[in-house]
């Protein structure tokens, strides 16, 4: 049995986007505030909305990189879970990612659902709603995520398959770069 999670995105914001994750019973897990006009992605995910306990950080490694890396750490035990890469100009038709363990080995990919729907989205219609699936070494699925279409509301259900060997964390992370980043674009 898969588990599932959704991860809402403020759509009308100026100054900050507010990032609200919840579990399959609609438990708030996990809150986030991003500030607007940042050079350097420094994403920190809190248990709620109080920001006193954080869960997890996302940390991008250089200023503005199209093939930008973001480290993610479990906050409290102050471990690297993995890493994300954005394939840049691989992202220019079909986003693309790289999913890496804490020694940045790759062990995955993160795919949009195929190049005819990006180019749509791109070309034609960013009302078309995003779809992307983690793949393992062997190309198998473990986990997906897709946007629910609602213009004012962005919600990413992210579900991650039994046999997904990776931290429910770094899928989650995965999530909030795919809100934040690839939904910024649009």
């Keep these: 049995m898969s588990k599932e ?3 809402r995105r403020q759509v009308f914001s100026l100054l900050n986007t507010n990032f609200y994750i919840y579990d399959e019973d609609e438990k708030l897990i996990g809150y986030s505030r991003q500030k607007a006009f ?3 992605e420094d994403i920190r995910i809190f248990t709620d909305e109080s920001m006193q306990d954080e869960r997890m950080s996302i940390q991008a490694r250089s200023i503005i990189d199209f093939s930008a890396a973001y480290d993610v750490y479990e906050s409290k035990k102050n471990k690297k879970l993995g890493a994300l890469k954005r394939k ?3 992202s220019m038709l079909r986003d693309s990612w790289i999913l890496m363990d804490e020694n940045d080995e790759e062990i995955g990919k993160i795919q949009e659902d195929s190049m005819l729907m990006a180019t749509l989205r791109r070309f034609l219609s960013a009302l078309i709603p995003q779809s ?10 473990i986990a997906t995520f897709r946007q ?4 004012f509301v962005f ?3 992210v579900t991650v398959e039994d046999d997904c060997p990776h931290s429910p964390l770094l899928v989650l992370a995965a999530g909030i770069l795919l809100s934040a980043i690839e939904g ?3």
């Design 88 to 90: 840049g100009w691989a």
């Design 132 to 141: 992307f699936h983690l793949l393992d070494e062997n190309e198998n699925q």
């Design 38 to 40: 940042k050079l350097k």
């Design 155 to 157: 919600k990413l259900t």
């Design 148 to 151: 629910n279409f609602n213009p």
């Design 184 to 186: 910024r674009q649009r």
């Design 5 to 7: 999670y959704l991860i």
